[in-house]
C-alpha cells in the first residue's frame, strides 16, 4: 500500500466495516484502507492543511477530523462516492491540533474536541449543526490535552488526556 509513503497523522477504525482511515499530512487528504491491507482509496483531498483527530461516527455514517487552519471540523459521508469534497459542520477559533470523540447517542451527534489553538488548550463540545461550547479552558495546565475520552457512566464523562513531556510555551 501507499500507507508508508504518506505522512500518517491520526487513525481511526471503522466498526462495522473495518477499514481504517487516516489523514495524510503529505498529501493534505483523508485516506482509507481495509483491515487487512491492500490498496488505499483516497476519501477527501484538497484539506488547507493537515488534519487530526479523525473520528469514524459508524451509527451516522460519517467520517470527522479537526483542520487547525481553518478552525473546523469538517466531514464526509463515509457512502459518499469517493474522493468526496468535504463539509464544515463546526467552526469556532478555538478549534487548533488535538483529537476529536463522538457521542451518538443524541441527535445529530455530539462532538467533544480536546484543542490546542492560540497557545492555549480547550475542551469544546459542539453540537453538529448546533451549539459550541466551550466546556473547559484549561490554559493554565502545564501540558497539552493529546486525546479525549467520554466515559458515559462517569460523574465527570468528558475528560483530557494530557501529554506530560509537552510543556505549554
Excluded at 497523522?9 to 498529501?27: C, E, F, H, K, Q
Excluded at 451518538?104 to 469544546?124: D, R, V
Excluded at 479552558?137 to 457512566?153: E, F, H, T, Y
Amino acid at each position: 500500500t501507499g500507507v508508508a509513503g504518506s505522512g500518517p497523522v491520526d487513525v481511526a477504525v471503522d466498526p462495522l466495516t473495518n477499514d481504517i482511515y487516516w489523514s495524510d499530512s503529505r498529501g493534505n487528504s483523508i485516506r482509507k484502507s481495509g483491515a487487512s491491507g491492500g490498496s488505499e482509496t483516497v476519501v477527501s483531498t484538497g484539506l488547507s492543511g493537515p488534519a487530526s483527530g479523525i473520528v469514524v461516527d459508524s451509527v451516522n455514517g460519517n467520517l470527522y477530523w479537526m483542520v487547525e487552519s481553518l478552525g473546523a471540523v469538517q466531514s464526509v459521508a463515509l457512502s459518499a462516492v469517493l474522493p468526496a469534497s468535504p463539509s464544515t459542520v463546526v467552526t469556532n477559533a478555538l478549534i487548533g491540533t488535538g483529537n476529536l470523540a463522538i457521542d451518538t447517542s443524541s441527535s445529530p451527534a455530539t462532538l467533544f474536541i480536546a484543542s490546542f489553538a492560540g497557545g492555549n488548550p480547550y475542551m469544546i463540545k459542539a453540537q453538529i449543526g448546533g451549539n459550541i461550547e466551550v466546556l473547559l479552558d484549561i490554559s493554565d495546565l502545564i501540558a497539552k490535552p493529546v486525546d479525549i475520552v467520554i466515559s458515559p457512566s462517569a460523574q465527570n464523562p468528558i475528560n483530557p488526556v494530557l501529554n506530560p513531556n509537552t510543556q505549554i510555551t
